[in-house]
């Protein structure tokens, strides 16, 4: 074996590392969990040396299971949780609070003020994003006005801020370098994606000294060199930085505009390519950079819906209906059809396009032959309309029509999903044989920038595709089942409620 990349893929609840061999074989993976932290309703944290640790230990790990030498790494791809944000000593390297995680909703007010004062339009205008605390900014903000002296010390340049990609190689080049790459750039309410350059009205609004920033960098270049580290070698180029819904774009070679990919974990992330368009959404999306290569700037279309897998979890941890979530697709296959069931998955409110946070789910359409099988059918529908809704308000937005969908992600692994999902959309759906495709894609940006890969035409040859699922519903089949769903979901949303005076 000639060498490998490693790609370290740092997530919300555990880090993976994955070694991709020089022709894009996985050699090797490993992950570890770490310690969420709750301090308060709504608040969620994670402690960095906890982080830390699960990188190292993945990393042995890994290498240990490839049977492979640290010395044949040839380059570093880092993928990351977005939005999580990080405050660190520029001197000593410590962290100055527990990272705030992108889940953490303790600024809500702050958001709230901003879009009084008028200023969501211009955020939007710049950065694509909406005033949310979902984003990285106002998080910023709330360490340097609560911890003691921080925002005194980050005006006299004294603290850095960070995603977790900017900490990692922090970390893995012994403090060699301050960097971050466009598309965690473009997650944080601080940096004008079209410009492409931090904003320093928007910054002076959410409080954030300019001076704390990280340089911003393409997604593919070698930005510095391992370290002092436990594991690896110095020298090693540390190549490759993407969000982490960015980087399973890359990774499913999502390349050309209308290109699409949808992962399916705890929600479902869906990413349109729009290329070297910056596409302004009038249905509810988000509007981001995919990667940069070079000066080259591609942009996508970016929806989630809240809930996919949870619905899962909840018939498992909720109703008991099975004992594991990998026992719904058997349960769901008992029967051919839900029937009349329906299963509107708006248990933490509904999401893009509809952005209804007191939206309430819902089970409709229940009889006395409904049984646990309809269930389990109807709630993998309930994710696979969602996406659908997603990429009818892509294709609106861009005024492009989605050819295919490539999916990832664990739930991608349940065949009858995939199928209802190619059913709904009228469109071939394509899993990888890989589908941790977010790693994938950061060892691929690595690769490029090392000359593993030489373009992006020798990734998609590399690139392997496991499984086709081809709509076996007609048109009328299609439009009669998105029918019931769009009369269940009106039946959720928080203003006909009100209407009808329920709580």
């Not at 370290?227 to 090693?236: F, N, R, T, Y």
């Not at 982490?244 to 349109?272: N, P, V």
């Not at 949870?310 to 839900?338: K, P």
């Not at 992600?409 to 999903?417: E, P, V």
Request: aromatic fraction near 6%.
């Amino acid at each position: 074996m000639s060498g490998y990349i490693l790609s370290i893929d740092q997530g919300t609840t555990g880090s993976t590392v994955v070694l991709l061999s020089e022709d894009a074989q996985i050699l090797g993976k490993a992950t570890r969990e770490f310690t969420q932290h709750f301090p308060k309703p709504g608040w969620v944290e994670h402690d960095l040396d906890d982080i830390w640790a699960s990188v190292v230990g993945a990393l042995g790990e890994a290498l240990e299971r490839a049977g492979s030498s640290p010395a044949e790494c040839r380059a570093i791809g880092i993928t990351n949780q977005r939005e999580t944000t990080v405050v660190w000593d520029r001197e000593s390297g410590a962290p100055i609070h527990r990272a705030i995680v992108w889940q953490d909703r303790r600024t809500a007010d702050r958001c709230r003020q901003l879009r009084a004062e008028g200023l969501e339009e211009k955020f939007r205008e710049r950065t694509g994003l909406l005033l949310d605390p979902y984003f990285s900014g106002t998080k910023v903000a709330w360490i340097l006005d609560h911890v003691e002296g921080a925002r005194a010390r980050a005006e006299a340049g004294e603290l850095a801020f960070g995603t977790i990609d900017s900490w990692l190689v922090h970390r893995l080049s012994g403090a060699a370098v301050h960097v971050t790459d466009a598309t965690n750039a473009s997650r944080t309410l601080l940096y004008d994606i079209v410009a492409g350059r931090w904003d320093e009205e928007l910054a002076g609004h959410l409080g954030v000294p300019l001076s704390m920033l990280p340089e911003v960098r393409s997604c593919s270049e070698i930005y510095a060199h391992t370290a002092g580290l436990q594991g690896l070698p110095d020298g090693v180029p540390i190549a490759g930085i993407a969000g982490d819904q960015q980087a399973a774009l890359f990774g499913q070679t999502c390349f050309g505009a209308g290109d699409a990919k949808c992962t399916y974990g705890t929600g479902a992330f869906i990413l349109m390519t729009t290329g070297d368009r910056f596409v302004p959404s009038t249905s509810g999306l988000l509007t981001t950079i995919a990667w940069r290569l070079g000066d080259r700037t591609t942009y996508a279309l970016e929806g989630s819906a809240f809930i996919a897998g949870a619905a899962v979890q909840w018939l498992r941890d909720g109703l008991g209906l099975i004992a594991d979530a990998s026992e719904i697709e058997a349960l769901a296959r008992q029967v051919e059809s839900a029937g009349e069931v329906t299963f509107v998955p708006a248990l933490s409110g509904l999401g893009a396009p509809h952005w209804d946070p007191d939206a309430r789910g819902l089970i409709c359409g229940l009889s006395r032959d409904t049984t646990a099988a309809h269930l389990a059918r109807a709630a993998l529908e309930g994710i696979a309309f969602q996406v659908v809704d997603l990429v009818a308000a892509m294709e609106a937005d861009s005024k492009q029509h989605l050819g295919r969908l490539r999916v990832d992600g664990g739930a991608s692994m349940n065949a009858l999903l995939m199928q209802e999902q190619a059913d709904l959309l009228g469109v071939e759906v394509d899993r990888p044989a890989f589908v941790e495709t977010t790693a994938l894609g950061a060892a691929y940006l690595a690769g490029l920038a090392v000359g593993i890969f030489p373009d992006l035409e020798g990734i998609s040859r590399a690139h392997r595709i496991e499984a086709t699922f081809r709509p076996a519903l007609d048109t009328e089949g299609r439009e009669a089942k998105m029918q019931r769903w769009r009369d269940a979901v009106s039946r959720t949303r928080s203003d006909r409620r009100s209407d009808r005076g329920e709580s």
